[in-house]
């Protein structure tokens, strides 16, 4: 079956602009992450969203970021006005439930670049 | 609070040795332990986890784990690496009634032949 998708796979921005990233998850699985990974960093959380609860944004970094998750699929993760930092590689992750047992399925990642 | 210590960057290692690699977490209450595997261009996917019963763990790829509590370890090896396992394997730790694991830096395996 068709596993987690992103888009788009490569992004490059100059500094200032406003860039969206979309992840869709498996279908059927619930809960739905956020994460970024720079260079030796390991991953960072960045958000988490769980059927129709209030999403668990303490890993977003500054209120430049934000993200939804429209009928409890598609996600859509928005960095405003961005900054040479926030070049990245952005993952997103799907699970079936939200146990701390349930293994999360990621995406290929989008990479970011801002000039 | 949970954190995770992968304590090699990168392990270089030559085809058909066999390969350890490190993980050591700290939680103060029970936890569930992940290895995931990261190859040149792709997004995770799960090695192995820990969630109970046998402190041995198998997983894909002839990968297998240690829970070690007392140590609070959980080592991944593999008796015989080939040069496709070259990739990033990164340790997890999920516990306390979180949803949310947290990662370590991450171990570069580099299998020359």
């Known amino acids: 079956g068709a596993g987690v998708s992103q888009s788009p796979s490569n992004k490059v921005t100059e500094k200032g602009k406003d860039v969206e990233l979309r992840c869709d998850p498996i279908?059927?699985?619930?809960?739905l992450y956020w994460y970024r990974q720079s260079l030796g960093q390991g991953l960072e959380f960045l958000i988490y969203?769980?059927?129709?609860?209030?999403?668990?944004k303490s890993g977003l970094p500054s209120d430049r970021f934000s993200a939804e998750r429209t009928g409890g699929s598609v996600s859509t993760l928005t960095i405003q006005r961005t900054q040479q930092e926030d070049s990245a590689v952005y993952l997103c992750?799907?699970?079936?439930?939200?146990?701390?047992?349930?293994?999360?399925?990621f995406g290929p990642g989008t990479r970011l670049t801002v000039l | 609070a949970q954190s995770v210590t992968q304590l090699d960057s990168q392990v270089p290692v030559f085809e058909e040795a066999p390969v350890e690699l490190r993980c050591n977490y700290s939680?103060?209450?029970?936890?569930?332990l992940f290895w995931y595997v990261q190859y040149p261009n792709q997004g995770l996917q799960l090695l192995l986890k820990?969630?109970?019963?046998?402190?041995l763990v198998k997983g894909i790829n002839g990968f297998e784990a240690e829970f070690n509590k007392s140590q609070t370890s959980f080592h991944l090896r593999k008796p015989s690496v080939h040069i496709s396992d070259t990739a990033e394997y990164f340790c997890?730790?999920?516990?306390?009634?979180?949803?949310?694991?947290?990662f370590g830096r991450g171990t570069s395996l580099i299998v020359h032949p």
């Open positions: 992750a799907s699970s079936f439930l939200s146990r701390s047992s349930d293994t999360q399925y």
């Open positions: 279908s059927g699985h619930t809960a």
């Open positions: 969203f769980q059927g129709n609860s209030a999403p668990d």
């Open positions: 939680s103060s209450v029970s936890v569930y």
């Open positions: 820990y969630l109970s019963g046998s402190t």
């Open positions: 997890a730790v999920v516990g306390g009634g979180s949803y949310i694991p947290t």
